[in-house]
């Protein structure tokens, strides 16, 4: 899998930054917590409020990896924590997108897995969140393929060890003339 997202990184990190990645963070987090709270309270898909759904894997899924759906904290990879969460949140795989293998021949991925779509999506249409493990930016992490750094704050989402379907989205380079879909940054401000 070839990286998704080039990062540049500075080894001086200010005061200033710090406290500006810790407020992202935790404004990350509240939004994750707020959406987990909506899915669970609202019902719906033919389930009653407040009913509990065991964990599901995708279709291929790499199963040295933890599923989720929503924003991880290094806590969260504890053994205990991970069956906790399983529990509790009880992840589902993803509408709208499924991992396949790719075979199709000279595609620099072939052989490993890759995200496709499994409806029309439309232009401007939101697919799918990337998640992960939020973590402050450090040296080191260049070769690490499942990141996503975040705009204007010390933060990557990491996918390597946790993630849902999204950290099987293929660099287009050595495939198509252009990108198919693009990553934005959609922040909720919680603190109001």
Same mark, same amino acid.
């Given at each position: 899998i070839l990286p998704l997202v080039q990062l540049s990184i500075d080894a001086e990190a200010t005061t200033g930054a710090r406290e500006a990645s810790r407020a992202a963070l935790r404004n990350l987090?509240?939004?994750? #917590?707020?959406?987990?709270? #909506? +899915? +669970?309270g609202?019902?719906?898909?033919g389930l009653q409020a407040g009913e509990r759904v065991g964990p599901r894997l995708p279709l291929n899924w790499?199963?040295?990896v933890e599923f989720t759906q929503r924003l991880l904290g290094r806590a969260d990879l504890q053994p205990d924590q991970r069956a906790i969460n399983r529990e509790v949140y009880a992840p589902q795989p993803s509408e709208g997108v499924e991992i396949q293998v790719v075979d199709v021949p000279n595609h620099p991925c072939v052989g490993e897995r890759g995200l496709y779509a499994t409806r029309v999506i439309e232009k401007g249409d939101k697919v799918i969140r990337y998640l992960g493990v939020v973590k402050r930016r450090i040296l080191g992490d260049e070769?690490?393929?499942?990141?996503?750094g975040m705009v204007d704050v010390d933060l990557d989402i990491d996918a390597q060890a946790a993630g849902n379907e999204s950290r099987f989205l293929n660099d287009f380079r050595g495939v198509a003339c252009s990108k198919n879909v693009q990553f934005t940054e959609d922040r909720v401000n919680s603190s109001s």
């Open positions: 987090m509240a939004e994750d #917590l707020e959406l987990e709270e #909506l +899915v +669970v609202a019902g719906g898909a790499d199963r040295s070769g690490n393929d499942y990141l996503f």
